[in-house]
């Protein structure tokens, strides 16, 4: 008989490895995962929160009778609405179509040559956005992958002040149209009917924004002024 348990206790001694690394293997497996990557491509839908403002490059030398002396931008908060249309060109790889709607307030804070307190003119925005992003995924675990992703964005201001009447307008116009380069990264959650991913994303602007004009003497401290935002995203996906 005791030979029979030391029999058993062998076995179960080199069988032992094999059941942990099973186990392992069970525990890692990703279910809802192996559904979703049969697909070529998937839709959904996006709720974002913003940040958005300005960075100010300043005129080397002011032009005379102004009656600020610097100014800064100032972040505030918004909202952005997208449609997701997610191609994957790899296992690892997917390119992104995210045509979106942003409401953005953005503030250019003013500092008088005179005593007294500065002067803030809030800027409202609507774009209409065309994001192309290539995002990058990891190998998946359980139902979860992280990722980063890079890309461009086009954006049309459909509420700039470019075409406004000179006559009634003192300070600064600003091109409706942006281009801009954005990076960021979050986590994809593999869920039994959708796919649920919190993403942070960062864009910055390059093309430059203002319209110059010298008959607007407080516009003239301005030499360039580029478009930045941190957007928190809510992807809805399957």
């Given at each position: 008989?005791?030979?029979l348990h030391w029999r058993k206790i062998t076995i179960l001694a080199l069988?032992?490895?094999?059941?942990?690394?099973?186990?392992?293997?069970?525990?890692?497996?990703?279910?809802?995962?192996?559904?979703?990557r049969r697909k070529d491509h998937y839709f959904g839908l996006t709720l974002?929160?913003?940040?958005?403002?300005?960075?100010?490059?300043?005129?080397?030398?002011?032009?005379?009778?102004?009656?600020?002396?610097?100014?800064?931008?100032?972040?505030?908060?918004?909202?952005?609405?997208?449609?997701?249309?997610?191609?994957?060109?790899?296992?690892?790889?997917?390119?992104?179509?995210?045509?979106?709607?942003?409401?953005?307030?953005?503030?250019?804070?003013?500092?008088?040559?005179?005593?007294?307190?500065?002067?803030?003119?809030?800027?409202?925005?609507?774009?209409?956005?065309?994001?192309?992003?290539?995002?990058?995924?990891?190998?998946?675990?359980?139902?979860?992958?992280?990722?980063?992703?890079?890309?461009?964005?086009?954006?049309?201001?459909?509420?700039?002040?470019?075409?406004?009447?000179k006559t009634r307008f003192d300070l600064i116009r600003i091109s409706p149209?942006?281009?801009?380069?954005?990076?960021?990264?979050?986590?994809?959650?593999?869920?039994?009917?959708?796919?649920?991913?919190?993403?942070?994303?960062?864009?910055?602007?390059?093309?430059?924004?203002?319209?110059?004009?010298?008959?607007?003497?407080?516009?003239?401290?301005?030499?360039?002024?580029?478009?930045?935002?941190?957007?928190?995203?809510?992807?809805?996906?399957?």
């Amino acid at each position: 008989m005791l030979h029979l348990h030391w029999r058993k206790i062998t076995i179960l001694a080199l069988l032992w490895p094999f059941v942990i690394e099973a186990d392992a293997q069970f525990r890692q497996r990703s279910y809802n995962y192996e559904g979703f990557r049969r697909k070529d491509h998937y839709f959904g839908l996006t709720l974002g929160y913003n940040q958005s403002g300005f960075k100010i490059e300043h005129a080397r030398k002011l032009q005379p009778g102004g009656s600020y002396r610097i100014n800064e931008g100032l972040a505030n908060s918004g909202i952005t609405l997208s449609m997701v249309t997610n191609f994957k060109i790899g296992e690892y790889v997917d390119y992104r179509l995210l045509p979106s709607i942003s409401l953005a307030y953005r503030t250019l804070s003013y500092t008088p040559t005179a005593p007294g307190p500065n002067k803030e003119f809030k800027i409202e925005s609507v774009f209409g956005e065309i994001p192309m992003i290539v995002r990058f995924t990891s190998a998946p675990y359980k139902d979860l992958r992280v990722f980063m992703l890079s890309g461009v964005k086009y954006s049309y201001d459909f509420a700039s002040n470019s075409r406004s009447d000179k006559t009634r307008f003192d300070l600064i116009r600003i091109s409706p149209h942006d281009f801009q380069v954005e990076v960021g990264l979050g986590i994809q959650f593999y869920l039994p009917f959708f796919i649920f991913s919190p993403e942070i994303k960062f864009s910055h602007g390059i093309s430059n924004l203002l319209i110059y004009d010298n008959k607007l003497i407080e516009s003239t401290l301005i030499d360039k002024l580029y478009s930045r935002s941190i957007t928190f995203s809510l992807h809805f996906e399957g």
